[in-house]
């Protein structure tokens, strides 16, 4: 943890600023990192552990369904991390497809938060776009892997906290959350959490599935892995995924990729199912498409929204540059800037 962290940092009980105590400390770097150690606050004493160089901010317990779904989701990332790595998962090609329509140069200068940053791929590249500081959150043990990656960073920070109850302030000028939001019990709720946080003209990115297209995802898929898949045993459902790998993988590039790319066949490959998304798959590794098969079979909790129910997250009385596209035509991403400005800190709240 960068010292630098603790301006941005809030006490989850009383909101009063913290102090840090270092313990154990890494000065090989141009800066101090505290790997071990304790935030405390000045006001009510709350005391938050630092380890391994995160702060570990969580308020409490969770529901059961919730701590599933996270536990998946940190297993998920600390497996796949070395099959990723180098691949178009952690491109920037990729992170863009996420967020347009923000490009590399609206970061320069911002303060920016990654709203659930997993392994960290995207944290990475939001510090390297040139953001002031990018703090990346999450809830799972996959903050460790995200650490490990980003350390190096003069500009980039970690913390494992609650998007529910993130202990930050309401300074952020950019908020990008990428495949968090529909795993929470209540994505809108999730949503608005974070839209406090934004500062003054701040602005916001989701990416999340859709309901359209997913129709029989959602009939047949998910009840498959709510009571199924979601209840292996990790190393099992790591197994299932590599045996559905092995069918999907060639399927995505010989079949797919082949009748996309020819224009004598290109109508053809747009009557084929899920011909978007499987496509845009064949710019992946196979351990890509491993993981992401194991990413779909994981989750105990998962949302499918309607683009209509997005447009009431981003009403025009809240935020102005509204743009909604479909992604692969079976997720919708989200973009607007909040057009609220409460008092001279705090922007975008309820109305
Ligand atoms: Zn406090």
Known sequence: MKAKLVEFLTCLNCGSPLQSVAEKEDSTLPWTEVLEGRLVCQQCGQRYPISRGVPRMMSGSLPEEVEKTVNGFGYE??????????????????????????????????????????????????????????????????????????????????????????????VFDYIFSIGVLQFLENPRAGFDHLTRLLGGEGSISVWVYAQENNGWVIRLVSPVRKYVTSRLPRLLLYGLSQGLGLLLYPLIKWVYKPLNENKLSVNLAHRLPYNDYLYYSSQLSYGGVVSIIFDHLVPRLVTYLSKEELAGWFSLERFSS????????????????CSIVVGAETACRDI
Request: glycine share 8%; net charge neutral.
């Open 77 to 170: 990332w600390q497996t796949f991390d070395k099959h990723i790595q180098d691949t178009y998962m952690t491109d920037k090609t990729n992170f863009l497809d996420f967020i347009a329509p923000v490009t590399p140069d609206f970061f320069a200068g911002k303060v920016v938060l990654d709203a659930g940053c997993g392994m960290g791929r995207f944290l990475k590249l939001a510090a390297d776009f040139g953001s002031q500081e990018v703090i990346g959150v999450d809830l799972s043990g996959s903050v460790d892997v995200a650490y490990r990656h980003t350390r190096h960073w003069p500009n980039a920070h970690v913390i494992q906290a609650d998007i529910m109850a993130l202990p930050l302030k309401p």
């Open 322 to 337: 509204v743009t909604i596209t479909s992604r692969n035509n079976m997720s919708w991403r989200a973009y607007g800037v």
